[in-house]
């Protein structure tokens, strides 16, 4: 983890705006807590924040000068690349190494890299920037137009503190925001995203050229099961040493009790005892004082099963114990409204992730190694599981929602008529279904069933790879070794049948990782991330809700249905009993502080 931030200006010299840079510089400091760098020519800066990991990927400018380079994140194949490169130091940095790759070979090094990254490269010869992205996309980078050139940063907010960039949100980032179809994407008006697997180069004018070096590909699967499972644990002990750093004094993992972090966590603390290092620190969240309450989508406590993980592998166990009340503190709100640049879909369970990892992060603790990537890659989520949902010719993750009542999507139900008749969802629903399976590729003879699965597949492979937003802004670099592009291509192509192996989600994970774990951990179903079943939780709700309705200058009042609003804010229940009527005020709250805090301007009309 790290951050970047540049500005490019085709007509102003940028030597003289030193002390902006650095302000702008300054909006990252909680990407890259340890130091900070900048660098301004006459019509190019790039500010750069550093989380130090004992790598330097602080911004290099090659001499004479024609070429600057920036790298976030953590790329592998460096080693690869300074044996390719004639001449290169023996501890050239990453954005040295990037540099001298680009003035090699110019853009075709990109692919030789693995791992999380963003690469950022000025050509002061042709006044051309690149920016380029790893295939997982877990380094962000967000860019947008000024008059005269444009910038570029790893967090919106960044671009938004620039004098000439405005807050402005129209319909269609209104419909990020809100909806739940696709992740939040750039949000504001005129912001663009370099995309997974992207290179968007800009000429001397500020055109953009973008370009895919990767997607997932179709392809017939030919290992047999017992090859399968081989392959799969193969390719995770790969993807764990790539991912465990050479110093972990400061490495942690987080430990649900569920297969996914199960299995990461097993394979690292395995591999450390391999290297003859410290035992794994992993970390636990558990809520004091709230009974356990199993709904849809979670069936049993993750403390226990994650106690009982630690003891089998060997790691030095934490449990980090949140209070329920913890969750709506002002400071936690705007913690993670700032952590998230955006209302999050389920606030509750957000915000004690939020709390979680700032605790883990006061701990010294910089690396985060975590389970994320087993559903997306194993279909193990219920919408991939659930032949309704799988059938529903929509996001099956939409169909959900639906299926419980919120028509469109979860939080939407306090929107008024007027807000709804803009947002037009279920027309933006059809249509960003359609484009995003439009490139889905099947093989001949596949069945309906295995047509519709791999659609699945294809949506959360390519729309879920990442959700890093909360790590950074609590200085930590979540590294997920499922995430491994190699491994994501092998599963994407595994069948149905053999993904349903031993009538289980995520059968074929489990099977390459049961010799590590106890029994009950291979067979326990999947729970998702705990919340708190305190009724003091839906109380503030309420009482936040009745101080919006409250305010006439509250800017969400604009687009709530008041009414409807007023009857939630007046029943002492049903905020305790129905979760998706909680889930609309969530929603509403946040979306008022967002507008708030952000100073959105809308422009709906």
Same mark, same amino acid.
């Given at each position: ?127 051309? %920037?690149?920016? =380029?992205?790893? !295939?997982?996309? /877990? &380094?962000?980078?967000?860019? *947008?137009? @000024?008059?005269?050139? #444009? ?115 097993? %394979?690292?603390? =395995?591999?450390? !005892?391999?290297? /003859? &290092?410290?035992?794994?620190? *992993?970390? @636990?969240?558990?809520? #004091? ?317």
């Amino acid at each position: 983890m790290s951050g970047v931030v540049g500005w490019i200006d085709y007509s102003r010299n940028l030597t003289l705006e030193a002390p902006l840079m650095t302000a702008l510089t300054g909006t990252l400091a909680q990407r890259g807590p340890d130091a900070e760098e900048v660098w301004i020519s006459p019509h190019a800066a790039i500010g750069y924040r550093e989380l130090d990991l004992g790598v330097n990927g602080r911004p290099f400018a090659l001499e004479p000068g024609p070429v600057a380079a920036c790298v976030t994140g953590t790329p592998f194949g460096l080693d690869e690349l300074r044996r390719r490169l004639p001449n290169a130091p023996s501890r050239a940095s990453a954005a040295e190494l990037a540099a001298r790759a680009y003035l090699e070979w110019g853009t075709d090094f990109v692919p030789w890299l693995d791992g999380p990254f963003a690469i950022v490269i000025w050509d002061g010869r042709s006044h051309e %920037l690149v920016l =380029a992205r790893d !295939r997982i996309g /877990g &380094q962000p980078l967000f860019y *947008t137009a @000024t008059p005269t050139g #444009l910038v570029f940063a790893s967090r919106r907010d960044t671009l938004l503190a620039h004098p000439e960039v405005r807050p402005t949100v129209d319909v269609d980032g209104l419909r990020q925001v809100i909806s739940h179809a696709l992740p939040t994407g750039p949000i504001f008006a005129g912001f663009e995203s370099v995309g997974q697997a992207e290179i968007v180069r800009f000429d001397g004018e500020g055109r953009a050229r973008r370009e895919r070096y990767w997607q997932l590909s179709t392809r017939e699967h030919t290992d047999d099961l017992d090859a399968t499972v081989a392959t799969i644990r193969g390719l995770l002990e790969e993807s764990i040493k790539l991912n465990l750093p050479e110093d972990t004094t400061s490495l942690v993992s987080m430990l649900s009790g569920g297969i996914d972090s199960s299995s990461v966590a097993a %394979l690292a603390a =395995a591999e450390l !005892r391999h290297r /003859g &290092q410290d035992p794994l620190r *992993t970390f @636990t969240i558990d809520y #004091l004082d709230s009974e356990f309450q199993a709904d849809v989508m979670r069936r049993t406590k993750d403390e226990p099963y994650a106690r009982k993980a630690a003891q089998h592998i060997g790691s030095v166990h934490t449990v980090i114990s949140l209070r329920p009340s913890d969750i709506l503190h002002p400071l936690v709100k705007d913690g993670l409204l700032f952590a998230t640049e955006a209302p999050t879909r389920i606030y509750d369970m957000d915000a004690g992730q939020h709390i979680f990892l700032r605790n883990t992060a006061a701990t010294g603790s910089k690396i985060i190694l975590t389970g994320f990537g087993g559903d997306n890659a194993f279909l193990g989520s219920n919408w991939a599981i659930d032949r309704g949902l799988v059938e529903s010719g929509t996001f099956p993750w939409l169909a959900l929602a639906q299926r419980h009542g919120a028509v469109n999507g979860f939080g939407t139900g306090l929107l008024n008529k007027e807000t709804l008749a803009l947002l037009d969802f279920p027309v933006y629903y059809r249509d960003t279904y359609a484009t995003a399976i439009a490139n889905v590729a099947h093989l001949p003879g596949e069945d309906q069933w295995q047509r519709q699965l791999r659609r699945v597949s294809y949506l959360v492979l390519t729309l879920f790879r990442t959700d890093y937003a909360m790590f950074s802004a609590a200085g930590l670099q979540a590294r997920s070794p499922i995430n491994s592009y190699r491994l994501l291509e092998y599963a994407y192509n595994i069948p149905a049948d053999l993904q349903a192996h031993g009538g289980i989600e995520k059968g074929l994970l489990r099977a390459a990782v049961a010799d590590l774990l106890p029994e009950e951990i291979v067979q326990r179903r999947r729970s998702a991330t705990p919340v708190s079943n305190h009724p003091d939780y839906p109380r503030q709700l309420q009482a936040e809700l009745k101080e919006i309705l409250a305010d006439n200058q509250a800017p969400v009042r604009a687009l709530m249905d008041l009414d409807q609003a007023s009857a939630r804010a007046g029943d002492p229940t049903v905020l305790a009993e129905n979760r998706i009527a909680r889930a609309d005020v969530e929603l509403m709250i946040q979306l008022n502080n967002w507008l708030t805090g952000y100073r959105v301007r809308l422009a709906l009309r």
